[in-house]
């Protein structure tokens, strides 16, 4: 329980943008289910079509390692979840 208010506390700080609540969001939302991911790739600055944010998790315990995509919108300040995958470890 507490790590759980601990995540929500970490998302006000982290992914609150223009009026909407860290928790809120859909980075907001994956933190505070997942915590932290174990490996970001951040390809939102760059000058690309499509700026995103990648984050991985590793499930040790399922073997499983599962990605989250999130594009960049509103002029990369806000991201939106397109996509999760699944794979075996």
Do not use: C, Q
């Amino acid at each position: 329980e507490k790590e759980f208010y601990t995540r929500v506390d970490s998302t006000l700080k982290l992914f609150s943008n223009r009026g909407r609540l860290g928790w809120e969001t859909d980075l907001g939302k994956i933190y505070i289910s997942n915590g932290p991911p174990a490996e970001i790739l951040a390809r939102s600055l760059a000058p690309i079509p499509t700026p995103y944010l990648r984050w991985t998790y590793f499930d040790k315990r399922e073997g499983k390692r599962i990605d989250y995509l999130f594009r960049a919108i509103d002029g990369r300040k806000e991201y939106e979840l397109t996509e999760t995958t699944e794979s075996d470890l």
